[in-house]
């Protein structure tokens, strides 16, 4: 039987025997189950609920003994916990037929691990201070690393041939149980000789190891304050636990938390203090998934939900709750249904061997100050697990992951990037184009497998990255060419693929009306700053007496949209619980619109091309508008809406505004119609389609024109003084020579007829 080498003192027995008297009574009986289970797996660890203990100490509370057991457990666990599991190790022996537990009583043939509600122990890395210095604790995180598993050596043994006997040394740490005056850490000096200077043989096969894994757990990105770095906890795992978790898990660990000393090398400028490093001994791993910042549904939200729902028609839906996005924001009705339907995401489907992702990805290409970043900040704060980062700020391995050397014991550890941190969420990235295309390559593999694969410095490791991505991005020159069409995208066909929408968000303040709008909307966010601040809104006072409503609108400046909350509320409630799946109708629908997408593309109609993703873009975005209406079938109505969506980002891109904005595509929402469409310049092959494009310019002009058109098409750009020595040099030179002022003036003339680009001096042909 496994017991004690030594007496037990008389507190140390009373422990042991209190978890003998638990598992006897009838609150132990479910932990004698998972005892019974833990004897047909061959586990050496048992999971005890912590209600249980303290229900059964309770129970047994007197007046000679003011604290539970559960409570001074809780306040000194190594004083308790390796007496209960000695208990649980003598109740194995008896209850099993097959002896297969270590008989080490310092090693502790079975664990006992806890799960269940500690109270104010339930902290994160940032809570963790040091009044929990020694108690047991339970800490909510997301791992982001993870070291190689390693043998710790408990006790060695040795052979002297001089003298025919064996020698046993233990070895103990600072971060090993003080259970009591026996057990104090030992000097890790590693025997070779004996007392007399005989020369020491290891005998391996005869040492005491375990397994041994440090893992750092970070408090959750999304929790973290605002403009503060996430903090941090060393977790040292042992025997069963390691290998439990990788880069990027959200975890709750349970285990004790303690402190050492720090044993580094003392640094120049160092006063020569004594250091502490704290860790937290792993007890119990929980794996958490992720949802730790979803919202709570009452029943009373699903009713509100279903009365919505019951109330409008699909398209009024999607038009009431995209308004939600981005109040602040005037316009983008089509990019804001966009990001709603990303939210809700598509359906992930397992095939053998194969996944198809369900993550729905969108690109804005727009010009500057056309609120691109603002829609990425407002997903941050609405999505219940998002990430932000920037093309300039994060390289490849810092989206993805990298390996790093750890600075205390040089091993090679696996650091978790942050589409790896925002598995199973939103990853936004501003200025995308900024991004060096080394840094791009990284992220295909992610964005369509939803997986991160290493094999650096020996470590060969697959981590999940399964998260949309919401990029911002500037067209190539900064601006849009509406000549290049879809070229002022700028990036790689093998990247635009991975892109469920691509949306091109263009500056459109021609028309006086609408700027008069655009600065209404703008100055009312300012007047009304709290009206302005999402997390700030202001309640209808009118529908104070309506319940009902209260929740589901709020008062936005002078209108009234959907609330904040309940918008998270819904979006949770149509994710989680709704799953659909193609009909027949819809199954012909989604041909239909592929097969016409690809004519387009053959017709040379759209510049962007059109491959096998692009049909299961069709049914990602048509399955999310399924979820949209709270259904579990996708129908025709599904799929035409989201092929709007799709033919409306191949307009944009075309430069064909008037037709992507058509009043039959886009409800009506009481703002004044969108200006005409910025007019094209013909390509620069025709020069006298050039001169003669307008009646605005004089003879002397169009003769000009054809002149620099012929000028353009040799070189596709010349600077200013470069371009005037041409004119005046040409043979067929007209009136007087062209000085540097006109030719400006004229240049100016034609890059606001969109005929050429001229900038800082330079003409660039279209």
């Not at 309770?58 to 057991?69: F, K």
């Not at 390289?395 to 550890?413: F, I």
């Not at 000085?739 to 800082?760: H, I, N, P, V």
Request: a negative charge.
């Amino acid at each position: 039987m496994a017991h004690a080498p030594r007496d037990l003192s008389d507190a140390q027995l009373e422990a042991k025997n209190w978890f003998h008297h638990f598992l006897e009574s009838d609150v132990g009986q479910r932990s004698m189950k998972r005892i019974d289970d833990m004897i047909l797996s061959k586990a050496v660890r048992c999971i005890i609920h912590f209600s249980d203990l303290r229900d059964y100490a309770h129970d047994r509370l007197s007046p000679e003994e003011p604290l539970e057991m559960t409570e001074r457990a809780q306040r000194n666990p190594n004083a308790y916990l390796p007496y209960w599991g000695l208990a649980l190790a003598e109740v194995v022996e008896k209850r099993s037929s097959v002896d297969y537990l270590k008989k080490d009583f310092r090693r502790r043939a079975c664990s006992i691990g806890l799960e269940g509600p500690l109270g104010a122990a339930l902290v994160t890395p940032r809570t963790l201070t040091a009044t929990f210095m020694g108690q047991l604790v339970m800490v909510d995180g997301i791992v982001t690393k993870c070291s190689v598993v390693r043998p710790k050596l408990h006790e060695s043994v040795h052979y002297s041939e001089a003298k025919g006997d064996f020698l046993r040394r233990e070895y103990r740490d600072e971060l090993s149980p003080f259970i009591d005056a026996t057990h104090l850490p030992t000097v890790n000096v590693y025997p070779k000789r004996d007392m007399e200077g005989n020369p020491l043989r290891t005998e391996f096969g005869l040492c005491t190891f375990s397994d041994h894994q440090s893992i750092t757990l970070q408090e959750t990105p999304e929790t973290a304050p605002v403009g503060q770095l996430p903090r941090s906890v060393e977790v040292i795992l042992e025997e069963d636990l390691v290998d439990q978790l990788k880069p990027g898990d959200r975890v709750r660990i349970c285990g004790v938390y303690q402190a050492a000393t720090n044993r580094q090398v003392k640094q120049k400028g160092d006063d020569g203090s004594i250091k502490f490093q704290t860790a937290l001994v792993g007890n119990n791993v929980i794996h958490l998934g992720k949802r730790l910042k979803e919202p709570t549904l009452s029943v009373r939200d699903k009713q509100l939900i279903q009365k919505l729902l019951a109330q409008k028609s699909p398209p009024q839906l999607l038009q009431f709750l995209s308004e939600g996005i981005a109040p602040a924001i005037f316009g983008l009705e089509q990019e804001k249904k966009a990001i709603l339907l990303m939210m809700l995401g598509g359906e992930e489907r397992q095939l053998e061997h194969t996944r198809i992702r369900g993550d729905i990805n969108v690109l804005l290409v727009g010009e500057p100050s056309t609120a691109k970043s603002q829609l990425l900040r407002f997903v941050l704060n609405i999505a219940p697990l998002a990430l932000s980062t920037t093309g300039r700020g994060s390289s490849g391995v810092g989206l993805t992951a990298a390996v790093t050397t750890d600075s205390d014991s040089g091993e090679k550890t696996l650091a978790a990037g942050a589409m790896v941190l925002g598995d199973r969420g939103i990853v936004c990235i501003d200025e995308f184009d900024k991004m060096s295309s080394l840094d791009r390559v990284t992220m295909h593999e992610a964005m369509e497998q939803g997986s991160v694969t290493i094999a650096k410095a020996g470590i060969h490791a697959s981590l999940n990255s399964r998260c949309s991505v919401l990029a911002a991005a500037n067209p190539v020159y900064g601006f849009y060419v509406p000549h290049l069409k879809a070229a002022n995208i700028g990036l790689p066909e093998s990247l635009q693929s991975r892109f469920d929408l691509i949306f091109i968000v263009l500056d459109k303040g021609h028309s006086s009306e609408h700027n008069k709008n655009i600065a209404a909307h703008v100055i009312e966010n300012h007047s009304a700053a709290v009206a302005a601040d999402k997390a700030h809104h202001h309640i209808d006072e009118a529908e104070e007496e309506l319940p009902d409503s209260k929740k589901v609108t709020e008062r936005f400046g002078r209108r009234k949209i959907v609330s904040v909350d309940f918008l998270r509320k819904y979006i949770q409630y149509a994710k989680t619980n709704f799953h659909p799946v193609l009909t027949e109708e819809a199954h012909a629908e989604v041909v239909e619109a592929y097969v016409e997408l690809r004519e387009r593309m053959k017709n040379k109609e759209i510049s962007m091309r059109i491959t096998p993703r692009s049909l299961e873009n069709i049914i990602r975005l048509s399955c999310a508008h399924a979820k949209m209406r709270l259904s579990e079938q996708i129908v025709k109505a599904d799929v035409e809406a989201a092929y709007s969506l799709i033919k409306h980002t191949m307009l944009m891109a075309e430069g064909d505004q008037k037709r992507a904005r058509e009043p039959s595509e886009e409800p009506d929402t009481g703002r004044a119609e969108n200006p005409p469409k910025r007019p094209h310049a013909p390509p620069a092959e025709e020069p006298s389609a050039v001169a003669s494009a307008s009646g605005d310019f004089t003879s002397r002009e169009q003769q000009l024109m054809v002149h620099i058109s012929e000028t353009l098409h040799r070189t596709n750009q010349i600077a200013l003084f470069q371009l005037r020595d041409a004119i005046n040099a040409a043979p067929a030179r007209i009136g007087a020579e062209v000085g540097s002022a006109e030719l400006t003036r004229l240049l100016e003339k034609m890059d606001k007829q969109s005929l050429l680009l001229y900038e800082d001096g330079m003409a660039f042909t279209l």
